[in-house]
């Protein structure tokens, strides 16, 4: 069993950043990969970024790449997502995940998401 708590999220005028923080607790932080996903208003959830166990790995949704990154700090047991360039169309309930694997598909873990809000 894993818990996952995200923090960050809020109001910010496009162009600016944000950094969302995910807080794992239950298990060791280190067996896991972990992911982000949003869900917009009237919209699917979709895939934001991944990275392994390690770190040594990331992967990003097209339409982030070049602006968000995504980190972890396994002392610290705290997934990261930097947010950087803001668009409204960033605007969104971000949630963390957990899987096994990389190399899984299904996230086995999930939070209850953060509000991110954009301006224009």
């Known amino acids: 069993q894993v818990q996952l708590v995200e923090s960050g999220g809020g109001l910010v005028q496009a162009g600016g950043s944000l950094r969302l923080s995910c807080a794992a607790s239950g298990r060791t932080f280190s067996n896991y990969a972990f992911g982000w996903f949003r869900q917009a208003p009237g919209k699917e959830r979709e895939f934001v970024a991944v990275i392994s166990r390690s770190g040594a790995i990331k992967n990003y949704a097209d339409f982030v790449k070049g602006r968000f990154t995504i980190s972890r700090d396994n002392a610290k047991n705290t997934l990261y997502l930097q947010m950087n360039s803001l668009k409204p169309e960033d605007t969104a309930v971000y949630y963390c995940?957990?899987?096994?694997?990389?190399?899984?598909?299904?996230?086995?873990?999930w939070g209850q998401g953060t509000q991110v809000t954009v301006s224009s």
């Open positions: 995940a957990a899987k096994r694997s990389f190399d899984v598909s299904e996230y086995d873990y």
